[in-house]
Nanobody, 116 residues
Framework: QVQLVESGGGLVQPGGSLKLSCVVS????????MGWYRQAPGKQRELVAE????????TYAESVKGRFTISRDNDKNTVFLQMNSLKPEDTAVYYC?????????WGQGTQVTVSS
């Protein structure tokens, strides 16, 4: 069973940077499409970024293009989200997502707060 463990969240000032990590258990990581989603209080969960299993295709929400970068290290079973030029609107719980065919697994989420 695939399990996802996220880390890297915290409090940062506007304009600052954070790098989130998601470590995936097991030996199926190279077969998984991965993504980052976020959910702010009172709002629905939304796509932030996705990356295919071979990292040949990436997708970003319009609101984060040019500021966020998703990447993966298949030797370390880890997907990353580098977040630069952070804005208060980026404040949310960020979730790691793994998908294999119709099977989806979520991490527990990590809080990102952008505030002065």
């Amino acid at each position: 069973q695939v399990q996802l463990v996220e880390s890297g969240g915290g409090l940062v000032q506007p304009g600052g940077s954070l790098k989130l990590s998601c470590v995936v258990s097991g030996n199926a990581f190279r077969s998984l499409n991965m993504g980052w989603y976020r959910q702010a209080p009172g709002k629905q969960r939304e796509l932030v970024a996705e990356i295919t299993r071979l990292a040949d295709t990436t997708t970003y929400a319009e609101s984060v293009k040019g500021r966020f970068t998703i990447s993966r290290d298949n030797d370390k079973n880890t997907v990353f989200l580098q977040m630069n030029s952070l804005k208060p609107e980026d404040t949310a719980v960020y979730y790691c997502k793994a998908q294999l065919l119709g099977i989806i697994r979520w991490g527990q989420g990590t809080q990102v707060t952008v505030s002065s």
